[in-house]
T-cell receptor
């Protein structure tokens, strides 16, 4: 089975531009998570969905960040406008029922100049 | 609130030897799960092993085992017969089970270096 798929793998953009990160979870998983990882703050949960519904978005840093999950096989994380401090690796992860282990995608390395 | 503490920022081990990575946790909940993840330099996060708080046996997955000591609130990862490919950052995480919350709380990680 395919794992979690993220695109793009690398994104370089200029400050003020809109950035959209994409994620396809593992088929059959009903939880989807967006994380951000930086050296300074480590791994931070931004938002997670259950059955396409956002459950907890308390980690979303500010209104510039938004996330959607229009169906069970696709989610987006959008940053508009982007700022240099948004530079990080963004991970998407999914999990099913049971013990709750999360399976991570390869990440998107975002650089905002 | 849950908290995970990994007190070893970096560890070194000789190839073929065993190594223990420490993890302590804090929670008032009785039902919870503990997880370990590996993050090699390539960046992906790889799920390694899971232990439930009510599991009587310590979890094992190949060369990985979890030394679960509930009274001490510790969930140390033991890697036997270390290999060069084990060099990576290792994260301990926990999740309270029951209820609707599914978040994992992660520790700060331990950077393991396996020496030839």
């Amino acid at each position: 089975d395919a794992g979690v798929i993220q695109s793009p793998r690398h994104e370089v953009t200029e400050m003020g531009q809109e950035v959209t990160l994409r994620c396809k979870p593992i088929s059959g998983h009903d939880y989807l998570f967006w994380y951000r990882q930086t050296m300074m703050r480590g791994l931070e949960l931004l938002i997670y969905f259950n059955n396409n519904v956002p459950i907890d978005d308390s980690g979303m840093p500010e209104d510039r960040f938004s996330a959607k999950m229009p169906n069970a096989s696709f989610s987006t994380l959008k940053i508009q406008p982007s700022e240099p401090r948004d530079s990080a690796v963004y991970f998407c992860a999914s999990s099913g029922q049971g013990s709750g282990e999360q399976y991570f995608g390869p990440g998107t390395r975002l650089t905002v100049t | 609130a849950q908290k995970i503490t990994q007190t070893q920022p970096g560890m070194f081990v000789q190839e073929k030897e065993a190594v223990t990575l420490d993890c302590t946790y804090d929670t008032s909940d009785q039902s919870y799960g503990l997880f370990w993840y590996k993050q090699p330099s390539s960046g992906e996060m790889i799920f390694l092993i899971y232990q439930g708080s009510y599991d009587e046996q310590n979890a094992t997955e190949g060369r990985y085992s979890l030394n679960f000591q509930k009274a001490r609130k510790s969930a140390n990862l033991v890697i036997s017969a270390s290999q060069l490919g084990d060099s990576a950052m290792y994260f301990c995480a926990m999740r309270v089970q029951g209820g609707s919350a599914r978040q994992l709380t992660f520790g700060s990680g331990t950077q393991l270096t396996v020496l030839p």
